[in-house]
């Protein structure tokens, strides 16, 4: 049995836990707004929102995520918001401020993703911590598609919302927002509402029996998108909402992650912000805001899928991993030697991952990622890098992974070798090529061809030289010198 | 004026077929499709699939009553394969189970023993073996052979569109139940009701009587649901008959990706000779249109191909032949454009050839041979109220092309690894469907005895604003406001005989039907006035609900009249039938005149490229577009920015990939990408250009659904200026879409015939970032 609140209502759900929010709303709730559009979180059209009680300041913090690929296990004891939670009265002409800016915008035309526009930017509205600048709007939409496609309407509903939340106070918002039409009133009950439903059914931790192992489910973000239907009649442990298993610490030079932790918090975290510059830049090429909301660092990492962009990252930052046993027994692996075969990793079916840990990069972090569609995409070839030089620009730190080029995420240890005391330049990158395109084994498939994807892979390397350069370049005019930059300059040869 | 349904649709209270409420004892149905692209289907197993826990029936052709045919033009498509199966995805049969999960679960355990055939997925390799839809057609004007010699240049090469799925996010689907008298009702997602009702009655050997279609709205077309609609609904209908029982049916993204055909790709040659002033003398182009294994519409879209193939230019000597190729892929079919985007493709290709090879920027010879009032279309139609050069023009001047275009040029001079590229794309679309006999509308209209106003059209709602616009019709005429008037959903037994929403033309052969029925009911009721107030009906006008005379408002209220009206025993209801005027078109010959009219437009395009890692975005796309007189601003503004988006989305990232085997690779959303909210142009201007109101169109608003989609083949070419910037030794192929991948490729392909220079020459770049 699930207890959560859903819109004003408590409910108690006896459906598995593994059903998605999607249908349970829709089939067994028959909230009809909410839309089927992909069943792969690749859409929005079935956007909802998420409300989690902070206990400890009483207030519930709301996240936008794509309730086809939502567990409902993951909604035990939070808020379930659909549009019709939204709607700010039953009256068919009552609408709320997102609403209206889509309606004064022209944002819709066949109105079969309008609803998941109108949840994203109502739970925007719910988000922002004071006023929120116009990009920050549009990023709240970056996981709704709209075929007919009125995109340049609805980038004009988010002006006018932005403009409309210029007077959104950083403190205690709700009522503000509840009193000039941006949600319904009875939001500001749900904290308290929330705090009942959990006292009245506590959480506990998965236990775990090496005789009947479970399945291990944390986002669902990729185990709902691959085998839907066998996941209904799945038993899983249930990883998301373990607080031990989140949050971001960084301890001298040690950056510990929590595997439940979702990318969104990584890509909010000050302390990582801190380690690598160009964290949020790098982040919005990940996923969708809702996506983002809901995958986790430990879901990215155990589906071992050869193009995954946090295995990306953290095969070039040297990740140590920690997985437990499930009885209290933890050991540590470097990621570097998690891949053992396609979609294989060393550890067994009852083990599952607590955390992971790095150093701070001393060199600079640069990821790059090309797939057909810059945002929302699973990349054609993707490629993080490490790198650090000294005054001379001498390469003197070097890690590069590789995604997309073999069955496996690979970190290109020869490669990376290899450039260890060259001149960082182009010339270098080209001849490191030489050993990378020895290293990867790309196929073709609807993402490249194999001829495409080694000639992307070494278009990568060559970026990540530019990237140091220029991360090299920024660190030095912080001390007004410019020798490295000039060190690294090259002449253009004409193509 | 904004869409009438958008309170709704931002209220999630808009209901879409998935969102109708289900009767009791409904079954839900999966379709077993064929999981090899051609061969013989020897048997199929149904054993362990019937066996299982919740499954009520599985249908097969046998089951049929009627006759095994859907196939609207060509009779070559069955509803459930027989002996044969012709493409993966084919439907071969129909499980019914108390829940979809058991239904589709139950698929999974249907085993066929079929016998592979050869697969052909090149629409080429079809024609060599002769493997043809229909006979290949060709439009002529002029003398080819005698001009060639009089052009000072010729040029020749071969130009490929890529596909593009509808990727309408509500799915096909359709729900059905049985009514009194052995008939049934049936709720279908389609832009064609009549089709649905035709071809359902037909398979199920009953009258169309028998069968009611009624549709409220789509959550997108786009085409995609002009004809393959049809598969599921007629399914749905032969379940309901053969068991009496409420059916639903609603595809899953990748059986909807799977099973459904989509633009058709095409493969043509192109030969194009100019004079010395870079007018064109002389075109020849064949088309080779990948159509799929069944005919669906692809004869008429071809057909548009034709029509469209000099674009928006004045050609003095054509000669066009297209051959619709069967391969064995889902039936390709309608998509906004309809042919007419691939024709424009391969002439706007042809003339970057030429102009490349010549070494004068492209837009020179565009501009040349602008067609004009008077010009003659291949096809024999005499251009009139052509609007290109005015577009063309307005568009430079409005939009500052030579800024657009130095600052392109000082852009690539400071930068080595970003480009910029500027292209026009200028745009004519014929309006009315290409076949004569389906440009016929109809409405029924009913003023209820308190003043408001029910409307029922053959036009169905998806997207388009075509209910907005119906009820402005009404609105105008009748002198009420929108708020008195409903638009009904679209039922075959409202209005009957409908051709499907489609060809751009469903505003204006609905809208004008509304008008003659509106305009009906007021002659009825000013005559009445006339009466009552003892004056001459000619000076009686309706206007803000009161009846004026002379220009003065009168006592007498629109209620007032409507009720005199119902005590008088006057009919407050008429039915309108509008045939547009005036087109023709002679198969024979080839010639006539099939459009009401022409719309036209320039847009003009910058694109930057990174060519370090072969991605691109689009800085602007700035558009001058001939309206009319649009009569409604906001609909039309969103037409034209979604249709844009939607043709760059067909021109860059949209990939359908099939493998030999007839597979699609690309077959969901995550391998499948089109344009979101980041990778639409950063900026969009549209000038509505004030041009005269077309007669043929209601109340003078052009059409506007499908020409807007053409302005995208211009992100293709900036891209190619771009690229041409980065490396004006360039061979890039005619290809589309232009991914990344061929970015990359095109910029880094070592040119065939300098394989050795350009190995020798590796360009290294400055490791300096450019800001």
Redesign the interface.
Known sequence: MIRFLLNDQPVCAHQPGTLPALDFVRDHQ?L?????????G??G?CTVLLGELDAAENVVRYKSMTSCLLPLANVAGKHLV???GL?LSPQ??H?NR???A???C??????????GF?VSLAGHCLTSSGAPTYAQT?AS??G????????????RAAAQLTAELAGLPAAEPLPWLTENGFIPAYFTGVAKKLASIQQSSPSHPPTLSPSHPLTFLAGGTDLL?QRP?AM?TTATANLFDQTTLRGIQRTGDEIRIGAATTAQEMMDSEVLGAAMSGLRRFMKLISSTPIRQMGTLGGNLCNASPIGDLTSWFLALDAELTISDGLGNERTLPLRQFYTGYKQLAKVRTEFLMSISFAAPKGVFNF?K?????????A?VNSSAVLASDANGIVSEAAISAGGVGPIPLFLTRTSAFLIGRK????TM?AANEIAQQEISPIA?????E??KR??LR??L??H??????GS?KRQATHNTSET?AA???????? | MQNLDSHQHTRGESVYLDDIPVRQGTLYAAVYDSPIAHGILNSLDLTAAENYPGVFRILTYKDIPGENQIGGIVPDEPALAEHHVHFRGQPVALVLAETDAIARHARTLIKADITPLPIITDPREAAAQGELIVPARTFRCGDVAQAWPRCAHVFEGVAESGGQEHLYLETQGAYGYPTEHGSIRLYSSTQGPTAVQRHAARVLGVGMHQIEVDVTRLGGGFGGKEDQATPWAVLVALAVQVLRRPVKLVLHRMDDLRMTGKRHPYSSDFKIGLDKELKIIAYEVDFYQNAGASADLSPAVLERTLFHCTNTYFIPNVRATATSCRTNLPPNTAFRGFGGPQGMYVIEAAIAHAAEALGVPKRLIQERNLLQDGDTFPFGQVAEQAQARACWHDAIQRFDLHKLETDAAEFNKNNSLKKRGVSLMPICFGISFTKTLMNQGRALVHIYMDGSVGVSTGAVEMGQGVNTKMAQVAARVLGIPLARIKLESTNTTRVANTSPSAASATADLNGNAVRMACEALRERLIALAARESQCAPEVIELLDQRVVISGAASAMSWENLVGLAYVNRIALTESAHYATPRINFDAKTETGHPFAYHVFGTAITVATVDCLRGTYELDAVHISHDFGTSMNTDVDLGQIEGGLVQGIGWMTLEDVVYNAEGRLLANALSTYKIPDIYSVPKEINVHFLPTPPAALAVFGSKAVGEPPLMYGIGAWFALREAMRAFKPSMALPFVTPMTPERVLTGLYAADPARVEEEVEAEQTISVEAED
């Open positions: 028959h009809r707004g909410t839309k089927t559009g992909c069943r792969e690749d859409c059209a659909t549009i019709e709607n068919p002409h609408l997102a609403q209206q889509i309606v004064d022209g944002g819709t035309q066949c109105g079969f993703c309008t609803v109108a549009v939409i970056d709704n598609i709209c075929r007919c496609t009125g995109y340049k309407s609805l980038e998108v239907e209904l790059e090309v797939s057909k569609r810059t945002h929302l995409d699973i054609s960082l330049s182009d010339e080209l498939d609807a993402r490249g061809t001829a495409y000639l992307l278009q990568l060559r970026a030289a530019v990237e140091a350069a220029s370049r930059l690294c300059s090259l002449k253009l040869a004409a193509p």
